[in-house]
């Protein structure tokens, strides 16, 4: 069995209009890594995940969860 580690990175990212290199830079990781993090290449360690939802000022299930997250927008509207 992969564990997989979901997250919201790229949507909270492009939501705050900041660039992956902005993110590496605050973060101090390659801004590649941040493209495998987003990708799903690549798992955090503990420590770069809390740094990552304190950066965003979330907490940290609101980024990463084992589950996929349920898709946005993806219901009815109502008139």
Do not use: C, W
């Amino acid at each position: 069995m992969t564990e997989v580690i979901h997250n919201r990175i790229a949507m909270l990212r492009v939501e705050r209009g900041i660039s992956r290199r902005q993110l590496a830079d605050a973060l101090g990781v390659h801004y590649q890594t941040v493209g495998y993090l987003e990708r799903g290449e690549y798992s955090p360690s503990l420590y770069l995940a809390l740094r990552i939802a304190e950066y965003f000022e979330v907490p940290v299930e609101v980024v990463f969860s084992t589950k996929p997250f349920p898709r946005i927008g993806g219901g009815e509207r109502s008139a």
